[in-house]
């Protein structure tokens, strides 16, 4: 798995997620867990993850769509 993207906002995840999903990309959000332990204050980013095939073509997706690998 590679890391796609990297972020503390919560609505740039879910729409990279959603986008995604509605191109048949599985994707895995990590650091979840993480994130709700130190108060969801925002400090500690989350991170999405793709499979390595699927890198490429998930790039191209959030990059398209005015998003980055840094949210």
Do not use: W
Request: proline share 4%.
């Amino acid at each position: 798995m590679k890391q796609l993207m990297r972020t503390n906002n919560p609505v740039s995840m879910a729409m990279a997620t959603s986008l995604l999903q509605g191109e048949g990309i599985d994707c895995f959000e990590i650091d979840v867990n993480m994130s709700v332990l130190e108060g969801s204050i925002g400090i500690l980013p989350r991170r999405l993850m793709v499979r390595d095939e699927d890198y490429d073509a998930a790039l191209i997706v959030i990059t398209d769509n005015g998003m980055g690998p840094d949210g």
